[in-house]
């Protein structure tokens, strides 16, 4: 499925109501809505006397029908238009999010201002999107997108993880069934073999050795698994409790540990599953009430640093399993996450704190400014192509990110909403997606048309929570 986009489209409808459309034939002097190509996705208008709406959609020559997947703007403040009987005209456009300063560019600024982006933008719009088009230069600059989803669910999914065949697995939390994304981007759902009525089940994942997919259990009684072959299956954990644990990481020796999250006073154990399926606890130098830790990152020497939430030092487990604490420039800062930068520092993902927050590869942690804050911003990070730390929006209404250099800088989103995307995670071909906690997928694409090997999206550099 491509976004095409082509000169003079437009057509009529006299459908009712707020679902798909069904188009007429072309106007006088236009052409018709099937050049976009079956299954192609296209931004349109559709106007009546006084009722508009503006969109992406989806046309389907079976039919001759323009789905409504995301509404930009409408004469009903925005959502979907309940539209009257009558005539109405529909036409495909440049609308203001497919504009100068209006197509979402990852760049070191805000939106619109690399205008060699831009026009190379443009023309692939032009010519269809499913050319190959490179956009940007050099993986500096990447295109926000959304797409549709299967099922959607308020706080659906926390977490994800990348398969060994591409496939992009979101790990439930709320949601009774699993969603995926594949390599060439379909979107499907399966069953789990093991749902929990109160939702929040799981909360961030792992790649195991041998392939499989281990959700990490926080409210979950069970752990829950998919191998490479789709399977689902649960196992019995040795220790559960309320809130126990929030993301985690594989260590070297093929263990996965689970962070410790520590919803009640009782959450005082580390858990490990090893690559013989063996499950664990450890005991912790360091435990709180509440949150301690959300999210873990696998450092360059072995050790597995668990993110502070509300934690008010550094924990971390060796390679060899000694647990210790460190101290932090910050406390309670409520980070959600963390991620290993190409040069050895591990940063923590800003949740509530107005400041960044990392520990380099020696040891030394410190903080840095951040462009924008807000609460609730962040949760998850992922590391791009380009060494571009991702901080994956949760509640903020832009994208924020880190480079190599160590510049801090914010870009706009095509969607934001409360409680939006929970984790995110780096696709073989580059783009980056955030993990779905609400109803829309988003995506930012660094690297069209350069696929990375799957050994480089799997490498140590990528610990997302």
């Given at each position: ?6 000169n003079?489209?437009k057509?009529t409808?006299t459908?009712?109501?707020t679902?798909?459309?069904t188009?007429?034939?072309?106007a ?5 809505f099937?050049i ?15 009722e ?13 029908t ?15 238009v309940?539209?009257?009987a009558?005539?109405k ?12 300063l209006?197509v ?8 619109g201002?690399?205008?060699s982006g831009?026009?190379a ?7 269809g ?15 926000v ?5 299967v099922?959607t ?11 060994p065949?591409g ?36 909360s961030?994942g792992?790649l195991?050795?041998?392939g499989?997919?281990h ?5 979950a ?6 191998s ?5 299956s649960?196992?019995?954990?040795v ?5 126990a ?9 093929g ?11 009782a ?6 599953v ?17 949150g301690?830790?959300?999210g ?7 050790d ?10 550094g924990?971390k487990?060796?390679a060899?399993g ?11 800062g409520?980070?959600?996450g963390g ?10 993902i800003?949740?509530?704190t107005?400041?960044?927050?990392k ?9 840095y ?12 990070g992922v590391l791009?192509p ?8 949760h509640?903020a ?18 969607y ?8 995110g ?16 997928g ?5 690297n069209?048309?350069?696929p990375l ?13």
């Amino acid at each position: 499925m491509a976004l095409v986009l082509k000169n003079r489209v437009k057509s009529t409808t006299t459908t009712t109501g707020t679902g798909t459309i069904t188009l007429g034939s072309a106007a006088t002097g236009y052409q018709d809505f099937s050049i976009i190509g079956n299954g192609n996705e296209t931004y349109y208008v559709i106007k009546g006397t006084t009722e508009w709406e503006v969109g992406k959609g989806t046309y389907t020559s079976s039919g001759t029908t323009l789905s409504r997947d995301l509404v930009f703007g409408s004469s009903n403040s925005g959502a979907k238009v309940d539209f009257a009987a009558g005539t109405k005209d529909v036409l495909c456009a440049y609308i203001a999010a497919a504009m100068p300063l209006g197509v979402p560019f990852c760049d070191d600024s805000e939106i619109g201002t690399d205008l060699s982006g831009w026009t190379a933008f443009q023309a692939a719009l032009n010519n269809g999107v499913a050319g190959g088009t490179t956009f940007g230069n050099n993986n500096t600059n990447g295109v926000v997108s959304t797409f549709s989803l299967v099922y959607t669910a308020v706080t659906a999914y926390s977490g994800g993880v990348l398969a060994p065949n591409g496939d992009i697995h979101f790990v439930p939390y709320g949601a009774d069934r699993g969603q995926k994304i594949s390599a060439i981007g379909v979107v499907s759902t399966y069953a789990l073999a093991a749902t929990f009525a109160s939702g929040s089940a799981y909360s961030g994942g792992v790649l195991a050795p041998n392939g499989d997919i281990h959700f990490v259990p926080y409210n979950a009684t069970v752990g829950q698994k998919i191998s490479a072959s789709g399977v689902v299956s649960t196992y019995s954990l040795v220790y559960t409790t309320t809130g126990a644990y929030f993301g985690g990481v594989l260590a070297p020796n093929g263990d996965i540990h689970f962070v410790p999250y520590g919803n009640s006073a009782a959450a005082n154990r580390g858990q490990k599953v090893s690559s013989a399926g063996v499950v664990s606890t450890y005991s912790l130098v360091y435990t709180v009430p509440f949150g301690a830790y959300v999210g873990g990152v696998l450092a360059s020497n072995g050790d597995i640093h668990f993110v502070p939430y509300a934690a008010n030092v550094g924990q971390k487990i060796s390679a060899a399993g000694v647990v210790s604490t460190y101290s932090l420039v910050r406390t309670a800062g409520d980070a959600s996450g963390g991620v290993l930068a190409p040069n050895g520092d591990i940063h923590f993902i800003p949740r509530y704190t107005p400041v960044g927050q990392k520990i380099s590869s020696a040891g030394v942690v410190s903080t840095y400014s951040l462009v924008y804050t807000s609460s609730d911003a962040y949760v998850g990070g992922v590391l791009a192509p380009n060494g571009d730390i991702h901080f994956i929006p949760h509640s903020a209404n832009r994208g924020q990110k880190i480079s190599a250099a160590g510049v801090v800088s914010t870009y706009s989103l095509v969607y934001t909403n409360s409680n939006a995307y929970s984790g995110g995670v780096l696709a073989p071909n580059g783009d980056i997606y955030f993990v779905p906690g609400r109803n829309v997928g988003q995506r930012i694409s660094t690297n069209p048309g350069q696929p990375l090997g799957i050994g480089v999206c799997l490498s140590s550099f990528l610990n997302k929570f």
